[in-house]
């Protein structure tokens, strides 16, 4: 890292109310001491506030747990929490300062991003002898990062599959008494733990390996999707969104494989599209177009009034443009084979409305292709509308 590169990530760092990004992420409740903000540690089963952010200079925060010590800056939480890499957690601090992205020395930073091919999803899925813990059942978690070992339960389970149905991962959500709640990503690790001698194993919480491909959300799907001559995706945000959509546009009577991917937007960049796009196009009718169809959630401020220029087009649906974009690129796919659009969600519901919103009020798989044929813009050309 250049000195000039730091002095810049620095202010960019001092301009970002960490205290604030903290409590967002984690929801948790912070109290002001002076120019510092104390609070329960996010990272660890915290009875006491140990947690410390402190303003006085570039923001930094400490938990003072006797087995955590977690600490850092707005970077350090960003690539633990949100699991990003650092040049992601540089360009999501710049975000959250509003500020332009430092012209930063990549090849001295602790991980210059990738520009080759990721390399695949390389963890062997979960043992099938495995149980898959289900919403409100205590399970052990270990963070390997902090050392930290507690049992806790969740209140989802998204399980990640392949097209085989493995599991290969889970996020679960966690809702706590004082109304905290976050999501983790953990994978089944076999063997004892420190204090923990007798189990076969435990669930770890996850850090990607910032070159490596992650699986999709629905990727056990596929199968059904090819047996049906599929040829509409549908990319939903989270892994609650996908379900709902997936439930009511079951692919049998809709042909529709309904999508998302792991880890925010930030994620989609390196979600491994190849098993989709090899299912589909390595199929004899090599006339086949691909349409994908992006459904954002609802956000603020106004989306844009149909007009498809790039600095109007929601984060989400941009990502998964340059992610289908490159790995057509990568395949060896005539980019005419591809079809994008992204859907404006309706403009009065709230801020996150999503389709699982839509399901809860009520919308059938009908109505959700209405609301799609009515209401999309087409971001790739190739498109015949269907
Ligand atoms: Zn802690």
Request: negative net charge; contains cysteine; glycine residues 6%.
């Amino acid at each position: 890292m250049t000195h000039k590169g730091k002095t810049e990530i620095d202010e960019i760092l001092i301009r970002v109310p960490l205290q604030d990004v903290i409590a967002r992420e984690t929801g948790t409740r912070f109290r002001r001491r002076g120019d510092r903000y104390v609070g329960r540690c996010p990272f660890h089963a915290d009875k006491t506030p140990s947690f410390t952010v402190f303003t006085d200079n570039v923001p930094r925060y400490k938990c003072f747990g006797a087995q955590c010590g977690v600490h850092g800056t707005l970077l350090t939480f960003l690539q633990e929490w949100k699991h990003l890499s650092y040049s992601e957690a540089i360009e999501m601090a710049a975000e959250l300062a509003a500020m332009p992205l430092p012209a930063f020395d990549d090849a001295s930073s602790p991980s210059a991003p990738a520009v080759q091919p990721r390399k695949p999803w390389s963890e062997p899925p979960i043992a099938p002898d495995v149980r898959i813990p289900k919403p409100y059942e205590p399970m052990l978690l270990h963070n390997p990062h902090t050392k930290v070992t507690y049992w806790s339960e969740p209140s989802y389970v998204h399980v990640y599959r392949n097209r085989c149905r493995q599991p290969l991962l889970l996020v679960v959500r966690f809702d706590q008494s004082d109304g905290r709640k976050y999501f983790q990503q953990v994978i089944w690790r076999p063997g004892a733990i420190t204090g923990y001698p007798a189990i076969a194993g435990c669930w770890q919480q996850l850090a990607f390996d910032p070159d490596c491909a992650r699986p999709l959300y629905g990727g056990e799907d596929i199968p059904c999707w090819q047996d049906r001559n599929g040829t509409r995706l549908l990319m939903v945000e989270g892994e609650k969104t996908r379900d709902a959509a997936a439930t009511v546009l079951d692919i049998p009577t809709n042909g529709i494989l309904t999508l998302s991917n792991v880890g925010s937007t930030g994620g989609i960049g390196k979600t491994d599209l190849k098993p989709v796009l090899d299912t589909f196009f390595q199929t004899s009718n090599t006339e086949k177009i691909l349409h994908v169809t992006i459904w954002p959630d609802a956000d603020l401020p106004a989306r844009s009034d149909g007009n498809p220029a790039d600095d109007t087009m929601p984060k989400f649906v941009r990502a998964w443009v340059a992610a289908f974009h490159d790995a057509l690129e990568s395949e060896g796919i005539e980019p005419e084979r591809l079809c994008i659009a992204s859907v404006n969600p309706p403009s009065d519901r709230k801020h996150g409305w999503d389709l699982a919103d839509a399901v809860d009020e009520g919308w059938s798989a009908g109505m959700i292709k209405r609301w799609i044929a009515d209401n999309s813009q087409t971001l790739r050309p190739a498109c015949q509308s269907v």
